[in-house]
Antibody, heavy 119, light 108 residues
Framework: QLQLQESGPGLVKPSETLSLTCTVS??????????WAWIRQPPGKGLEWIGS???????YYNPSLKSRVTISVDTSKNQFSLKLNSVTAADTAVYYC???????????WGQGTLVTVSS | SSELTQDPAVSVALGQTVRITCQGD??????ASWYQQKPGQAPVLVTY???NRPSGIPDRFSGSRSGNTASLTITGAQAEDEADYYC???????????FGGGTKLTVL
């Protein structure tokens, strides 16, 4: 059974870099014909797609975040990661990692992790 | 602002049929996916592509598309269907993903 688990600091200071890792179990990222995505949800608000990566390393980013975002994959650890730099309070959100059937249809989600940006 | 527009709130009587819509120019070219999210939980994919349901999703959930509008229809709404529903799809360029703002469904 597929499981995705986000990990990383729950508190990040303004202007610093938010770093999260998603550990995948029950499926291998290497050779998997799936997309691996990061999606966030500010408290009380809707979902926002941050970006996705294919196992080959090809990335797709939300244009509104592209200048600050890096998504990478480590197939040896079966993990993929998110880095978001120069964070502000507006980046406070629950961050989900997920597996997509394709770029759009996201069928499996982690439980989400709340990241708060505050000094 | 989102390129996909959803009504903020919709209500349905128990056992009746409800349609939740999602509008956007990109939907003329791309299918939408639909997600159900209950408070404190991660979203769950309920329909995708033309009208596919992941395993475990009841067949009372169906998806469709007409012109620039995608729809999620719940036929015979149940109390447990009360949730927020989000659509997503590709943007008009096809290069990235956008979500609708979400619709809060109340089952009366």
């Amino acid at each position: 059974q597929l499981q995705l688990q986000e990990s990383g600091p729950g508190l990040v200071k303004p202007s610093e870099t938010l770093s999260l890792t998603c550990t995948v179990s029950g499926d291998s990222i290497r050779g998997s014909d799936n997309f691996w995505a990061w999606i966030r949800q500010p408290p009380g608000k809707g979902l926002e797609w941050i970006g996705s990566i294919y196992y080959t390393g090809t990335t797709y980013y939300n244009p509104s975040l592209k200048s600050r975002v890096t998504i990478s994959v480590d197939t040896s650890k079966n993990q993929f990661s998110l880095k978001l730099n120069s964070v502000t309070a507006a980046d406070t959100a629950v961050y989900y990692c997920a597996r997509g059937l394709d770029l759009v249809a996201t069928g499996d989600w982690g439980q989400g992790t709340l990241v708060t940006v505050s000094s | 602002s989102s390129e996909l527009t959803q009504d903020p709130a919709v209500s349905v009587a128990l056992g009746q049929t409800v349609r939740i819509t999602c509008q956007g120019d990109s939907l003329r070219s791309y299918y939408a996916s639909w997600y159900q999210q209950k408070p404190g939980q991660a979203p769950v994919l309920v329909t995708y592509a033309k009208n596919n349901r992941p395993s475990g999703i009841p067949d009372r959930f169906s998806g469709s598309r007409s012109g620039n509008t995608a729809s999620l229809t719940i036929t015979g709404a149940q109390a447990e269907d009360e949730a927020d529903y989000y659509c997503n799809s590709r943007d008009s360029s096809g290069n990235y993903v956008v979500f609708g703002g979400g619709t809060k469904l109340t089952v009366l």
